[in-house]
């Protein structure tokens, strides 16, 4: 069986959770490299919706192993109330659930800081989800962080003390914030004791043990490659490399353990937070494009995780071709096709425009690709549903030709089509 590396290609809530979950029963192992609970997956069975934070989208299926691998930052609470989530609607998650003893875990002055920072940047912020993950990798980086493992150090109470001290000095003194308080941390701590030591494993091991067996894993990443923090819209990014080179050093596998990379994402674009956004349409501070607020109404564009409003904008080529490059994508996840329903036309951003000149890459600098216009290449729409089609001969030949001229400007074959938020909403195209 081919191991895959699911990631997101354009700036986050691309589908993943769905495509994820769908893929899962034909997966021994799923497990997630990197990033937190800034993620929010959503699944929908049957009509019930699910959220997954920091837990595998392959959990709701018997018999796959579910992972979080040394390469995420955790927070004990969010990890807790999620399987308690799950545990109310009847999975097992105790019996599926690993956890890396390497992974970071989140405490509250992660996100007190996150929070500080934010509002002293004012009108600059990058508009993180108050998470805490800047916080917690810099901690991480710095050789600073606590682990999992680290619960079972002696000098654990005396780290806690120097970095509350520390944290609490900044907090008090430059960013004139409120201060966190121990028994904050120590509530915190109590819940990761009691709720994920149960779960400690070495990831690593357990991924080398199954794969000696023959199982078949998937590795789910969360954001998307536009948010990656070397190639993404740097500083708007998140903390952590998104890409799927990622899942090697997030979960302590090789190369060779990888044989295919899917690319997720949407048929136009979206994003959450601040950063440029070349082919943005619509969003919620004012700027006013009817194909933008179809896209944002038809698509039910809120963020899964803070419930903010997503800027919607046409799909971007030059963005899927950058991922598909720097992350080796072998095949795309189309998601969310049904949203283009009823638009009378359809764009595809092929190149961009910059002081007169052409551009069919991402400049490294924000600035410059704010700079950007987008050059539209434009296709006729189509006024049939395609919500809910699985059979790609069902589909509307205009969105047929939408999807090979993807294909052709992307470099990239198109290996599953999502027609719904149900996990039954799919077409799939083996290759
Ligand atoms: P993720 O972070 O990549 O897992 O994506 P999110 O869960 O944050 O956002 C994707 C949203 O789109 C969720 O509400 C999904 O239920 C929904 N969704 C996924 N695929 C489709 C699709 O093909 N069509 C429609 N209409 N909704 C979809
Ligand atoms: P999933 O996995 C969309 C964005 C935030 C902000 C930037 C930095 O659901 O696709 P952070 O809290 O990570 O420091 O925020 O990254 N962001 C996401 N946007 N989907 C996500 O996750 C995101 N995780 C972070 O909005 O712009
Ligand atoms: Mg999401």
Redesign the pocket.
């Known amino acids: 069986m081919a191991n895959i590396v699911a990631i997101?290609i354009q700036?986050?809530?691309e589908g993943?959770g769905k495509i994820v979950d769908l893929l899962a029963p034909e997966m021994d192992v799923v497990a997630r490299f990197q990033?937190g609970p800034?993620?929010?997956?959503t699944l929908v069975i049957g009509g019930e919706k699910t959220v997954l934070h920091l837990v595998p989208s392959g959990i709701l299926h018997e018999g796959v192993l579910c992972l979080i691998g040394n390469g995420t930052v955790v927070t004990p609470s969010t990890i807790a109330e999620e399987m308690d989530a799950l545990l109310a609607a009847g999975v097992p998650v105790a019996e599926r659930l690993r956890i890396s003893d390497r992974c970071h875990l989140i405490l509250p002055w992660h996100r007190a800081l996150d929070a500080a920072r934010e509002a002293a940047r004012g009108k600059a912020r990058?508009?993180?989800?108050g998470?805490g993950?800047?916080p917690a990798y810099e901690d991480k980086t710095a050789r600073r962080g606590i682990r999992l493992i680290d619960l079972l150090a002696d000098d654990l109470d005396a780290r806690i003390g120097e970095q509350l001290d520390w944290t609490n000095f900044l907090l008090r003194e430059y960013f004139h914030a409120p201060e966190v308080s121990r028994a904050e941390v120590d509530a915190e701590l109590a819940i990761a004791r009691e709720r994920l030591l149960p779960l400690m494993a070495d990831v690593s091991q357990l991924l080398h043990e199954r794969h000696e067996a023959g199982a078949a894993m998937l590795f789910e990443g969360?954001?998307?490659v536009m948010?990656d923090v070397d190639f993404g819209t740097y500083p708007?990014?998140?903390?952590s490399n998104t890409v799927s080179g990622a899942a090697l050093a997030g979960l302590g596998v090789g190369p060779a353990m990888i044989d295919e990379v899917l690319g997720i994402c949407k048929a136009y674009t979206t994003r959450?937070?601040?950063?440029p956004f070349p082919t943005e349409l619509y969003n919620a501070d004012g700027m006013e494009d009817p194909a933008g607020r179809h896209l944002a109404e038809k698509g039910s564009e809120f963020g899964?995780?803070t419930g903010r409003p997503r800027r919607t904008g046409w799909f971007d080529a030059v963005v899927v071709r950058h991922a598909v490059r720097v992350a080796g994508v072998t095949g795309l996840a189309v998601t969310k096709l049904d949203v283009l329903d009823g638009l009378p036309e359809v764009k595809l951003c092929v190149a961009y425009e910059r002081d007169g000149e052409r551009l069919t890459h991402i400049p490294a600098d924000a600035r410059a690709l704010d700079a950007c216009r987008p050059v539209y290449e434009t296709l006729p729409g189509w006024s049939e549903s395609t919500y809910g089609v699985t059979d790609p001969a069902r589909l509307p030949a205009n969105a047929r030709a939408l999807l090979a001229r993807i294909e052709e400007v992307c470099g990239c074959p198109v290996r599953m089509l999502s027609t719904g938020p149900d996990r039954g909403h799919i077409c799939r195209f083996p290759g």
Do not use: E, M, P, Y
């Open positions: 997101g700036w986050g809530d993943k990033g800034n993620a929010g997956h990058i508009g993180t989800t998470r993950i800047g969360a954001q998307g948010l708007f990014v998140t903390s959450v937070g601040a950063g899964a995780t």
